[in-house]
């Protein structure tokens, strides 16, 4: 959600501050402003709508100063105003924000008895109204800053900036991510490591419940007891962490068409002659149930893979959306393994359920992007997906790679169940293997693809069928397809459209069905042959022999390459992917930063 940087420089910080907040607009915002402490005299510059807007502003009105923080705001308390932008000041203290402040209304209410009134709708405004009240009685920033986190409940990643303090910055972390950075007489704060990486390659990052006072000679960190806590510098690859188009339009088009090679590098990370290479620790032999959570494509991804571990593993699978499953508080077996996949791996709902779960089941298993993010480090066992740095708001190559370690899980599962043989293994792996070059015969289809998107954007409404584990991937087209184009779509398992879907079935609604040729082909097609009855306009995805068996009276027909069943959720994502990218640029929305969304949902 909400990007938030700091820096104690040695340089002029307001451009440097704005540099840092262009490596975090991927996580979605619809305003920005920084502030500086310049001589002693703290000072702002805000703006809505995209970064430009506010480097604008700063060339008109300049804003001095080596020491500052900065913030890109996803609107949740109040609209996107400048004058709900952060950084929210009051009086010798300004800060930024990132969460919810769950009681600012009692807050308000006390500060405003008091006689210091709210200006803004915000939630954050009252972190500052709090700390401003205590210096007014005397505290120093250090103090008036605890005394403040300890009012607070919620969520939140905080960092506060002092009139007359040009070497203190203070930053706190509970529930939302934050990262220190330490450079030579200089340290840095973000939200991620991303936003740092031109600075500097040493990270911290704080805990839950931790407060840190930063100042130029380094940090000290305090942890939610109030004491002083080690926390250990990491080392990031600063290659990394470079968030380039390299020559493309927009950010999701290079991710989509990465694909054959991310895919490739998690494929030869797991799987080698000598069979699946999996982290000590996981073990399926015996398990009663293996339960995944997940939110929004992370989901879909996990839906996938309960078809895959009940077929080849014969194990019992569920699957919940994290923000049901935490207040569900559902009965969790103990001899049971719990599942958690995020691209960020900073998911707030996704973490709260991790940690429901901890002390209840046999393992805790974190499928993630980010090897350094909380629900990894929180997990008994991590498995990076190897995707890179993923920019664009719709994920695509996050999504397929997490499919692929979901799929080698499941074929692990399988032979420590009994389920499936070492031969039997094998041939999943070589059929894996060949992957990343069908993917990219796939890719070679985008043409073909774009001029049936072209159609597809004059659409109202667009259905996805599929059955089987072509059913999540309807649910993912149907979400990339609205995330980016704002076109409403659904996706149904075909087995469903005639319990009510059928009812929108008209000459202007397409209907993309996911129809490899595999054993329930039959079964779907006839489900494709009720919406050409009614004259909807069917695009059929499928392999050569589902197009000679089929392919006649649909409106378009994109014949993939033929792929093993199992792998068929993977390689059929990429025409979805690109389908909704199609549709999108046609018409001219904002693919890599669609409205209302944020790539890192950090805030329930």
Not at 165 to 185: C, F, V, W
Not at 489 to 512: C, F, M, Q, T
Request: charged share 25%; glycine share 10%.
């Amino acid at each position: 959600m909400c990007g938030i940087v700091g820096v104690l420089g040695n340089h002029e910080v307001a451009p440097i501050l704005v540099e840092a907040l262009k490596r975090l607009e991927y996580r979605g915002y619809d305003s920005a402003g920084i502030a500086t402490v310049n001589q002693g005299r703290l000072d702002r510059r805000r703006a809505v709508g995209k970064l430009v807007n506010l480097s604008d502003l700063l060339v008109h009105e300049p804003l001095a100063g080596k020491s500052g923080i900065g913030h890109t705001r996803w609107a949740t308390h109040g609209a996107a105003t400048v004058t709900n932008a952060h950084p929210h000041r009051s009086g010798p203290v300004a800060v930024v924000h990132n969460g919810i402040i769950e009681n600012f209304r009692e807050l308000r209410a006390e500060l405003a008895e008091a006689g210091i009134a709210a200006e803004t709708e915000t939630d954050t405004e009252t972190v500052a109204l709090l700390a401003r009240r205590f210096m007014d009685q005397g505290m120093a920033p250090r103090e008036a800053a605890r005394a403040t986190l300890a009012r607070l409940e919620g969520a939140f990643a905080l960092l506060f900036l002092f009139d007359g303090e040009e070497d203190l910055m203070i930053a706190a972390r509970k529930g939302s991510p934050l990262a220190i950075g330490h450079g030579d007489g200089e340290m840095f704060v973000g939200s991620d490591a991303i936003a740092l990486a031109p600075m500097t390659d040493r990270i911290t990052y704080l805990e839950e419940g931790d407060h840190a006072f930063v100042t130029r000679e380094g940090v000290e960190i305090f942890d939610a007891g109030g004491r002083r806590a080690n926390r250990d510098l990491t080392r990031i690859r600063v290659d990394q962490t470079r968030v380039e188009k390299a020559g493309y339009k927009h950010f999701m088009a290079k991710e989509i068409a990465e694909q054959p090679v991310v895919l490739g590098d998690a494929i030869k990370h797991y799987a080698g002659a000598g069979g699946i290479a999996l982290p000590a620790g996981i073990d399926f032999a015996g398990l009663d149930r293996l339960t995944m959570v997940a939110c929004g494509t992370a989901y879909y991804a996990c839906l996938t893979a309960k078809y895959w571990f009940e077929r080849l593993a014969g194990l019992n699978c569920e699957v919940d959306v994290a923000s049901e499953f935490r207040y569900r508080e559902p009965p969790l077996p103990a001899n049971s393994v719990a599942l958690f996949v995020s691209q960020s791996g900073e998911t707030a709902d996704t973490l709260a359920a991790l940690r429901y779960a901890k002390e209840k089941v046999k393992k805790i298993v974190g499928v993630v992007n980010v090897p350094t993010s909380t629900i990894a480090r929180e997990s008994d066992v991590a498995l990076p997906i190897l995707a890179g740095i993923e920019v664009g708001v719709a994920s695509t190559k996050a999504f397929t790679c997490q499919l692929t370690v979901l799929l080698l899980l499941a074929l692990k599962a399988g032979l420590d169940r009994g389920q499936l043989t070492k031969a039997e293994v094998q041939g999943h792996l070589d059929d894996l293997a060949a992957l990343p070059g069908l993917v990219n015969q796939a890719l070679a289809r985008e043409g073909e693809i774009a001029a049936i998107a072209a159609a597809v954007a004059e659409a109202q409404d667009v259905l996805f069928l599929g059955r089987g584990a072509m059913f999540p991937l309807a649910l993912e087209g149907a979400l990339k397809l609205k995330e980016i184009s704002y076109i409403h779509a659904e996706g149904y398992a075909s087995g469903e459209l005639k319990h009510g879907p059928i009812a929108l079935i008209d000459r202007a609604v397409p209907v993309v069905v996911l129809a490899p040729r595999d054993a329930l082909f039959d079964k779907t097609v006839s489900n494709m042959q009720e919406v050409m009855a009614r004259h909807g306009m069917v695009i059929l995805l499928t392999d050569a022999a589902g197009a000679r068996e089929a392919g006649e009276g649909t409106w378009k027909v994109l014949v993939l390459p033929k792929v093993a069943d199992l792998l068929a959720p993977i390689l059929y994502a990429i025409p979805a992917q690109l389908l909704a990218y199609h549709a999108a640029v046609a018409k001219g929305t904002d693919v890599d930063q669609p409205r209302n969304l944020a790539k890192s949902v950090t805030v329930e």
